[in-house]
């Protein structure tokens, strides 16, 4: 479905990017995922417009969707959001077709799609995103935490920790390759280590977010057991994250996995985050029970779908 011409009318739906100091109007379409007000984040240096694009149709906005892209790795299209009284499959359409024209056109490796239980529209998507060319490929949860009451105590665990700042990238996709011998999650099964890596890396770099003095190799009577990346998601809404954490598969069921998220969280808090968002595999019961324990909230179920035309 595409969007009308100009010369068809003045009810013709239109999609165009976002422009700086536009933040009220992308916050007055929502879908209880934003909160009404907020920080300017159009005025950010790292602002991408097209990364924000907004439907409008007879000079309203009716529908607006935002992307990561992470070129040349990946783009993620994320949640089309229509406003109240407009139609859900044709305001979607253009918005999620426009945002695969972007991706495409910055040459990304991988384009998904991110569709989240919050959207009381969710199952009339199904239809739409697989005419588009997305297949369903695997689902996470989301979780949120406050970072006011998060506890600061040490773990009682005995792990000594360097920095990746400190032992270079070479250490870091090594642990990293240890970890990814035997994956928790799905959407981490046949991925390069180095590639991994240099993804985190350079989305950190592009969010002016990068620092691998918090990326941290965890140590057990002198050998390597993990690794934790914390890291704020970027510097508007300034909520932190853990990027990647993993146990070698020979320390696993040690509880270490509990003290490497909680040194991710203690090592990433004085950049002051304004919460926590952290999600996993929604099969990943081990990952979900430390969030749970640590006091994490379910927040959505992220469904997720890959494009499977790229290159065509």
């Known amino acids: 479905m595409r969007a009308k011409s100009d010369n068809e009318g003045i009810d013709s739906l239109k999609v165009r990017q976002l422009r700086r100091g536009e ?15 907020g920080p300017k984040f ?42 109240d009284g407009e139609d859900i ?39 739409l995103v697989a005419r588009l060319g997305f297949r369903r490929s695997y689902e996470k949860a989301l979780y949120a935490r406050d970072l006011a009451d998060f506890p600061q105590a040490a773990s009682a665990r005995p792990l000594e920790f360097r920095t990746i700042a400190d032992l270079g990238d070479t250490a870091a996709i090594r642990v990293i ?46 050998r390597e057991v993990g ?17 990647f954490v993993g146990v070698v598969p020979e320390a696993r069921g ?18 002051a985050p304004t919460a926590l968002l952290d999600s996993t595999d929604v099969q990943n019961r081990p990952m979900r029970k430390i969030l749970e324990k640590l006091g994490y909230r379910l927040t959505a179920v992220q469904h997720y779908f890959k494009w499977h035309t790229t290159g065509t």
């Not at 490796?109 to 009339?124: C, G, K, T, W």
């Open 254 to 271: 040690r509880g270490l996995g509990l003290a490497l998220t909680l040194k991710g969280i203690q090592t990433i808090a004085p950049r």
């Open 42 to 83: 159009t005025d950010d240096l790292g602002f991408r417009p097209e990364a924000h694009l907004v439907a409008e149709r007879a000079g309203r906005i009716v529908g607006r969707m935002e992307s990561v892209l992470n070129e040349p790795h990946s783009a993620v299209l994320i949640d089309p959001i229509v406003c």
């Open 177 to 222: 390759g240890e970890v990814l011998k035997a994956p928790l999650n799905r959407f981490e099964m046949d991925v390069a280590p180095s590639l991994m890596f240099q993804q985190l890396k350079d989305l950190c770099r592009r969010n002016g977010v990068f620092h691998p003095e918090d990326w941290q190799i965890a140590y057990q009577r002198g």
């Open 23 to 37: 933040d009220a109007l992308w916050r007055a379409c929502r879908c209880g995922e934003w909160p009404p007000d």
């Open 227 to 243: 690794i934790v990346m914390p890291a704020m998601t970027e510097l508007v809404t300034r909520r932190g994250t853990i990027l």
């Open 89 to 127: 499959e044709e305001v979607a359409s253009v918005l999620i077709d426009e945002g695969l024209r972007v991706a495409r056109s910055i040459g990304v490796a991988q384009i998904e799609l991110v569709l989240e239980s919050y959207l009381p529209y969710l199952e009339r998507l199904g239809d």
